[in-house]
């Protein structure tokens, strides 16, 4: 039985051992699925007990509530000063000074911190009786906290504050040049910080901070320590999840971390810090959380993704309220936002019409890209139709000037003359638009030669148009048959007769709009205005 005790005992040993170097080796990394919701009803309004004090507020008094008499048990209150850029913070105790003594001030403390936050470094940790030497800020913001316990409440402090002037303080704030690889290029706590108000959800992200520090004109940079302060309306709590989470040291807290304060950042009010490869939930008792990021080394190497809500504990409102799952209610705001807002799973997403705001954003674009095609591709089309209309009809308007001039030309020819050579007659016969292109490349177009062209060869437009005694060098015509006999006068007339004919018979083309005197050609001046030729 000995050796079976020993061999349970060694096994025992080596469990421990391991479980021991698990442990140590995870760098008190946070990333167990260990997550128990916030007591119900266990709520405090963040700045219940909140002093801020800016720039303008040049000096004045502080001090512990009811003061001289006994301030609270279990009370937390905030004194925050903001000075102007070129100034320093300094605070001097008056009067009664009595808080909870204790070595380490361990139960009721007054604590001054150098910074923006409780975490930022401590100048004083104060208790006791005996009255504090004065304190200055080495920066124009100052963090001051008291805090109480439930046993054993004193008379607390008084204190002044003034502003005084920085003697170390430089306008030259220039930055470093972007895209340097110098490792001295940091980015503070005091440099790197973020305000939300009054939302009932949100998002943080690591794309937003690279930007950040990139429009800050400190990208890369080695050392980041940035905190994001979120405030959502009173009355409700802040659930906070991760839906990625990558850090470039896994377990290598010193080198990045992720902290999540409530209602201060101070480290005694830290929730959880993450350093692992995954960082599960975490919920606050108050309205307003920190969320703090912290790097050391290979700062572009870290990504992550956290959503914030507003929450309120059961039963819901269901006026005012969603219920998700077992514990939680969110505001009827968050249904159907696009946003995963309900613990653990997205109930509120469920049997949505409604686009999510990043899917809707897409689809936007898109919608915006196809009008703009079609916009385009319409005004396109219409500006090749209306070019292909234009080129037609002036197509079709040349055409019919030069059919016009022809056909003008050849009555003109036999109201001039009444005498025709070669084949021509019997193309004057036989009026169609055949016959006059062939007469606007004989007579008309032609200069010089062609049938039917007078005597001395001259057949411009503009002569045909007079009569021929204003004819400028213009020879009279030959009365002449084709057998060389004289013709009769009448013998143009009879042409044109015989195209009357066929026009008021239908077997030809028309010419005329007018009846002609009869036997008298119609005089050429009035051509213009009584003949319409083929319209």
């Given at each position: 039985?000995?050796?079976?005790?020993?061999?349970?005992?060694?096994?025992?040993?080596?469990?421990?051992?391991?479980?021991?170097?698990?442990?140590?080796?995870q760098?008190?990394?946070?990333?167990?699925?260990?997550?128990?919701?916030?007591?119900?009803?266990?709520?405090?309004?963040?700045?219940?007990c909140?002093?801020?004090?800016?720039?303008?507020?040049?000096?004045?008094?502080?001090?512990?509530?009811?003061?001289?008499?006994?301030?609270?048990?279990?009370?937390?209150?905030?004194?925050f000063?903001?000075?102007?850029p070129?100034?320093?913070?300094?605070?001097?105790?008056?009067?009664?000074?009595?808080?909870e003594?204790?070595?380490?001030?361990?139960?009721?403390?007054?604590?001054?911190?150098?910074?923006r936050?409780?975490f930022?470094?401590?100048?004083?940790?104060?208790?006791?009786?005996?009255?504090?030497?004065?304190?200055?800020s080495?920066?124009?913001?100052?963090?001051?906290?008291?805090?109480?316990?439930?046993?054993i409440?004193?008379?607390?402090?008084?204190?002044r504050?003034?502003?005084i002037?920085?003697?170390?303080?430089?306008?030259?704030?220039?930055?470093?040049?972007?895209?340097?690889?110098?490792?001295?290029?940091?980015?503070?706590?005091?440099?790197?910080?973020?305000k939300?108000?009054?939302?009932?959800?949100?998002?943080?992200?690591?794309?937003v901070?690279?930007?950040?520090?990139?429009?800050?004109?400190?990208?890369?940079?080695?050392?980041?320590?940035?905190?994001w302060?979120?405030?959502?309306?009173?009355?409700?709590?802040?659930?906070f999840e991760?839906?990625?989470?990558s850090?470039?040291?896994?377990?290598?807290?010193?080198?990045?971390?992720?902290?999540?304060?409530?209602?201060?950042?101070?480290?005694?009010?830290?929730?959880?810090?993450?350093?692992s490869?995954?960082?599960?939930?975490?919920?606050?008792?108050?309205?307003?959380?920190?969320v703090?990021?912290?790097?050391?080394?290979?700062?572009?190497?870290?990504?992550?993704?956290?959503?914030?809500?507003?929450?309120?504990?059961?039963?819901c409102?269901?006026?005012?309220?969603?219920e998700?799952?077992?514990?939680?209610?969110?505001?009827?705001?968050?249904?159907c936002?696009?946003?995963?807002?309900?613990?653990?799973?997205?109930?509120?997403?469920?049997?949505?019409?409604?686009?999510?705001?990043?899917?809707?954003?897409?689809?936007?674009?898109t919608?915006?890209?196809?009008?703009?095609?079609?916009l385009l591709?319409?005004f396109?089309?219409?500006?090749?139709s209306?070019?292909?209309?234009?080129?037609?009809?002036?197509?079709?308007?040349?055409?019919?000037?030069?059919?016009r001039?022809?056909e003008?030309?050849?009555?003109?020819?036999?109201?001039?003359?009444?005498?025709?050579?070669?084949?021509?007659?019997?193309?004057?016969k036989?009026?169609?638009?055949?016959s006059?292109?062939?007469y606007?490349?004989?007579?008309?177009?032609?200069?010089?030669?062609?049938c039917?062209?007078?005597?001395?060869?001259?057949?411009?437009?503009?002569?045909?148009?007079?009569?021929?005694?204003?004819?400028?060098?213009?020879?009279?015509?030959?009365?002449?048959?084709?057998?060389?006999?004289?013709?009769?006068?009448?013998t143009?007339?009879?042409?044109?007769?015989?195209?009357?004919?066929?026009?008021?018979?239908?077997?030809?083309?028309?010419?005329?709009?007018?009846e002609?005197?009869?036997?008298?050609?119609?005089?050429?001046?009035?051509?213009?205005?009584?003949?319409?030729?083929?319209?």
């Open positions: 039985m000995e050796p079976v005790l020993v061999v349970n005992q060694s096994c025992c040993l080596v469990l421990f051992m391991l479980t021991t170097y698990c442990l140590c080796w760098d008190n990394a946070d990333d167990g699925p260990t997550f128990t919701f916030p007591e119900p009803n266990d709520y405090v309004i963040a700045d219940l909140e002093w801020s004090f800016g720039p303008d507020d040049k000096e004045g008094i502080f001090e512990s509530p009811d003061y001289p008499d006994e301030y609270y048990a279990k009370d937390e209150c905030l004194f000063f903001e000075a102007s070129d100034e320093l913070i300094q605070i001097s105790f008056v009067g009664l000074f009595n808080i003594e204790d070595d380490h001030c361990k139960f009721d403390q007054l604590e001054v911190h150098d910074g936050y409780g930022s470094p401590l100048l004083a940790r104060l208790c006791g009786t005996v009255l504090p030497d004065p304190i200055t080495s920066t124009n913001v100052l963090w001051v906290g008291f805090f109480t316990d439930a046993d409440e004193e008379n607390g402090f008084s204190a504050y003034r502003y002037k920085n003697p170390h303080y430089s306008l030259n704030t220039s930055l470093p040049i972007v895209g340097t690889m110098n490792k001295d290029v940091s980015v503070g706590p005091e440099d790197c910080f973020f939300l108000d009054d939302q009932f959800d949100g998002e943080i992200n690591s794309s901070l690279r930007k950040a520090i990139m429009d800050q004109g400190r990208y890369p940079a080695r050392k980041v320590d940035c905190t302060e979120i405030n959502v309306p009173v009355n409700y709590k802040i659930l991760f839906h990625e989470f850090l470039s040291f896994v377990n290598e807290c010193d080198y990045n971390r992720l902290i999540v304060y409530d209602r201060y950042a101070l480290d005694t009010r830290q929730l959880s810090e993450f350093c490869t995954t960082a599960p939930s975490v919920m606050t008792k108050t309205n307003r959380g920190y703090r990021f912290v790097s050391t080394k290979e700062v572009d190497r870290n990504d992550w993704e956290l959503i914030y809500t507003a929450y309120r504990d059961k039963p409102n269901t006026t005012l309220s969603f998700c799952g077992q514990h939680i209610c969110i505001d009827h705001a968050l249904r936002n696009g946003r995963p807002n309900c613990w653990n799973y997205a109930s509120d997403e469920d049997n949505c019409q409604a686009t999510p705001p990043l899917l809707k954003g897409k689809i936007d674009a919608l915006g890209v196809v009008m703009t095609l079609i591709t319409t396109l089309t219409i500006i090749l209306c070019r292909h209309s234009w080129i037609r009809t002036k197509h079709k308007a040349r055409e019919a000037r030069q059919r001039t022809v003008r030309g050849a009555v003109q020819y036999l109201m001039d003359t009444g005498e025709v050579s070669g084949d021509c007659s019997s193309d004057i036989t009026i169609n638009p055949e006059f292109q062939r606007k490349y004989s007579e008309v177009g032609t200069a010089g030669g062609g039917c062209v007078g005597g001395n060869g001259k057949n411009s437009h503009g002569n045909y148009l007079k009569p021929p005694e204003q004819r400028a060098g213009t020879s009279p015509r030959s009365n002449r048959n084709s057998d060389g006999g004289e013709s009769s006068p009448g143009a007339n009879e042409y044109l007769e015989q195209i009357m004919d066929r026009r008021s018979s239908g077997t030809g083309p028309g010419i005329f709009t007018r002609m005197e009869s036997g008298q050609p119609v005089p050429s001046k009035h051509s213009k205005r009584t003949w319409n030729m083929f319209v």
